[in-house]
């Protein structure tokens, strides 16, 4: 199984990206999706998570209202929505697959390689 991130970039304070993962081989979005982050110098982060059945998301404090997650199905691929994007947004973004929404990464079993996210001010 790979998942493969892609969409980051370097965009300006305000702007907007949206991230994709897409899983190869079987629907595997289930039961849980993530996305974490990782700024240079500290530790990967929780974004938000989705339990698919429930429609249960989570969603850190400081990107409620900035920041979707969503899934295509058909394509197998999941989606991070960002918009007004701030400096301190700056990081590697991963997808990763887990069985609960919780925001210990230890807890998720396969990711994604990473894609990176540059915020200018």
Request: aromatic share 12%.
């Amino acid at each position: 199984v790979q998942l493969q991130a892609s969409g980051g970039g370097l965009v300006q304070d305000g702007s907007s990206l949206r991230l994709s993962c897409a899983a190869s081989g079987r629907s595997f979005w289930s039961p849980v999706a993530a996305w974490f982050r990782q700024a240079p110098g500290k530790e990967r982060e929780f974004v938000v998570g989705i339990r698919w059945s429930r429609n249960y998301i989570l969603y850190v404090d400081d990107v409620k209202g900035r920041f979707t997650i969503s899934k295509n199905s058909a394509e197998n691929t999941i989606y991070l929505e960002m918009n007004s994007l701030k400096p301190e947004d700056t990081a590697v973004y991963y997808c990763a697959v887990g069985s609960n929404v919780v925001r210990d990464s230890s807890r998720y079993t396969y990711w994604g390689q990473g894609t990176q996210v540059t915020v200018s001010s």
